[in-house]
């Protein structure tokens, strides 16, 4: 299977900025949907980011739109996650995902181990 390892998690002030970074391995990185997810303490897992192969598709779930962007670089077989004007309520584990299914499935079956994020008020 296809191997995911995130970092840049780390600690930043409210208003600050973050950028995550995914490596996959093992398998072909083309032809896959990558997605962002975080989860707080206490919460269930929430879907943040997608992005489409091509890039030619994303959506970001409302309470990051405008603040993060999702990108990849499929010659590195990395996916991205820059993060700006983060608040508190950002604080969370982020795990890069990945699907081998079409875009409208997005079925995630791959998982990285997951980098911190917390925004300190």
């Known amino acids: 299977q296809v191997q995911l390892e995130e970092s840049g998690g780390g600690l930043v002030q409210t208003g600050g900025s973050l950028r995550l970074s995914c490596v996959a391995s093992?398998?072909?990185?083309?032809?896959?949907?990558m997605g962002w997810f975080r989860q707080a303490p206490g919460k269930e897992r929430e879907s943040v980011a997608a992005?489409?192969?091509?890039?030619?598709?994303?959506s970001y779930a409302p309470s990051v739109k405008g603040r993060f962007t999702i990108s990849r670089d499929n010659a590195k077989n990395s996916a991205y996650l820059q993060m700006y004007s983060l608040k508190p309520e950002d604080t969370a584990t982020y795990y890069c995902?990945?699907?081998?299914?079409?875009?409208?499935?997005?079925?995630?079956?791959?998982w990285g181990q997951g980098t911190q994020v917390t925004v300190s008020s």
């Open positions: 995902a990945a699907s081998l299914t079409s875009w409208s499935e997005r079925q995630f079956d791959y």
């Open positions: 093992s398998l072909p990185f083309t032809n896959t949907v």
């Open positions: 992005i489409s192969w091509s890039g030619s598709f994303t």
